[in-house]
């Protein structure tokens, strides 16, 4: 069972940033996913971004956060990030790190609030 921690999260006015961390238990070398997800109140839990492990390390986004929101791996630190930047109150809500390494292999973090707020 690999354990995911998020930090990072807060308070920010509009316009400020933020930037989101999550270490992994385990190694996240190898051919895997890792990303972040948000769940605002009331709605569904939506991809905010996503970067594929390997060579290609593909990245996929949001349309709402394209230009303003930058994730990126750093595996010998068994870690992704996320750097929000231009953050809008529609921004707000628990932010959750994903490891998607196969089918039956899905880790998730426990959340860190991000809450944008004059």
């Known amino acids: 069972q690999v354990q995911l921690v998020e930090s990072g999260g807060g308070l920010v006015q509009p316009g400020g940033s933020l930037n989101l961390s999550c270490i992994a238990s385990?190694?996240?070398?190898?051919?895997?996913?890792m990303g972040w997800y948000r769940q605002a109140p009331g709605k569904q839990r939506e991809l905010v971004a996503d970067?594929?492990?390997?060579?290609?390390?593909?990245?996929n986004y949001a349309d709402s956060v394209k230009g303003r929101f930058t994730i990126s791996r750093d595996n010998v630190k068994r870690a992704v990030f996320l750097q929000m930047n231009s953050l809008k109150p529609e921004d707000t809500g628990v932010y959750y790190c994903?490891?998607?390494?196969?089918?039956?292999?899905?880790?998730w973090g426990q959340g860190t609030q991000v809450t944008v707020s004059s």
């Open positions: 970067i594929l492990g390997g060579g290609t390390k593909r990245i």
């Open positions: 994903n490891l998607k390494i196969d089918s039956s292999r899905n880790f």
């Open positions: 385990e190694s996240t070398f190898g051919v895997n996913i």
